[in-house]
């Protein structure tokens, strides 16, 4: 048998009057001699309540109504949770009530609850829940948390494959449906047992390890562009000399440009870690990426190309008119950047320190020896022999 909460309004509960001489109408949930409370923002003074109800007021009946109905609808939210067969404990009333959110909402208007209360999470991932809302109510109109199960999972897979996607896009949006249910779970509206994860993997995607070569940058470089895949080639390009990632590259400004010892540097506290990138940007690579600024009058329009899916866009063109056969995408760039970096001689750890990265198995990890670093260091080793 489901054990239901206990719901009574209860004034001025603390025994506290405020300055004005009013205290607060709440309304107490009792279950299991356990108690919480919610505010009505209902204030009086203390001849205007008896016995449960607003008296002696010019407005009672309307702050009567108003009450009770808000007394129903917390008890409509406890109802939504035992229809599914689960009493709901205080605690996950309480995030129900708090976020307007029940395990029986629309997968919409849930989303939405998470984009609107997650300060944490960047514009990028709250673009990419928007996407899934559109992706998820495309294959399955009206949606709610409690559908997403094992079966809805493997049905969903199935569709996304249907209309096309490839995997690594179909991958991306079962982890941010992941990221959903797990935030699901945090707010107590899904049990932890209830996990439908628990029993579905997620295909890994082996990712594209690719970066560069010299000679492919000079592609790029002498490829007779204009407008805006001339400005995204510049900016590609740039990137490749100093590494950054797209986050970081598109709001870089002046303040970023710091002068020491008479040469100029980036330094920057990075978007997704917090650590920070210092790149000798006047002196890697022979300033070349310095000249490729000074092409440009405003520093901070030239940073500025929009979002990362319409700038892979472009950059696409970019490689096909360039004749560049490799998979086009900004993060290419980092890649390239550190194995140029590796290939020049420079320390692995003082090329951590430009990346930013607070491990070294993670610079490790993009660093891709070339040929031409294999023969050199083959050289070197045999002629001193």
């Known amino acids: ?31 299991h001699r356990e108690r919480i409370f919610f505010s009505t923002h209902v204030c009086l003074v203390p001849n205007q309540w008896s016995n449960g109800f607003v008296v002696n007021h010019p407005h009672a009946d309307e702050l009567n109504a108003y009450l009770y109905q808000s007394m129903l609808d917390v008890e409509k939210m406890e109802l939504e949770f035992i ?43 709250k673009d990419s829940y928007r996407t899934l809302i559109k992706h998820v109510e495309k294959f399955q109109s009206r949606t709610t948390i409690a559908d997403i199960d094992l079966e809805f999972l493997n049905r969903f897979s199935e569709w996304s494959a249907s209309q096309g996607m490839s995997q690594s896009t179909i991958s991306g949006r079962l982890k941010s449906l992941r990221a959903v249910v797990n935030e699901a779970i945090a707010r107590k509206l ?30 790029l470089e002498r490829a007779k562009l204009r407008g805006r895949q001339a400005h995204i080639r510049d900016i590609f390009v740039f990137d490749c000399l100093c590494g950054l990632r797209y986050s970081d590259l598109t709001r870089l400004s002046e303040k970023d440009f710091v002068t020491i010892r008479g040469k100029k540097w980036i330094i920057i506290k990075t978007k997704k870690t917090g650590d920070t990138a210092r790149i000798p940007i006047e002196t890697i690579f022979r300033g070349k990426a310095m000249k490729i600024l000074s092409n440009y ?16 866009r472009t950059l696409k063109e970019v490689f096909a008119k360039a004749a560049v056969n490799k998979y086009a995408h900004f993060h290419l760039a ?32 993009y660093a891709k020896l070339g040929m031409a670093t294999i023969r050199k260091d083959v050289e070197r080793v045999f002629k001193k022999k």
């Open 297 to 312: 009058k405003q520093l901070q329009r030239f940073f500025r190309i929009g979002n990362n899916a319409s700038a892979n």
């Open 334 to 365: 980092r890649h390239t950047f550190i194995t140029l970096c590796i290939e020049e001689g420079i320390p692995i750890t003082t090329v951590q320190m430009m990346a930013a990265h607070s491990k070294i198995e993670t610079t490790r990890g």
């Open 83 to 125: 229809k599914r067969g689960k009493a709901p404990t205080l605690l996950q009333l309480k995030n129900a009530v708090l976020h307007h959110i029940t395990a029986s909402a629309s997968f919409r208007d849930f989303v939405e609850s998470v984009i609107e209360h997650s300060a944490s999470r960047g514009e990028h991932t």
């Open 190 to 219: 899904i049990s932890v047992d209830d996990n439908p994860f628990k029993s579905f993997r997620i295909k890994k995607i082996r990712s594209r390890e690719e970066s560069l070569t010299s000679d492919e940058i000079r592609l």
């Open 1 to 31: 048998m489901l054990d239901k909460i206990r719901y009574r309004l209860v004034y001025n509960r603390t025994r506290h009057l405020r300055k004005d001489g009013t205290a607060l109408v709440q309304l107490e949930c009792l279950l």
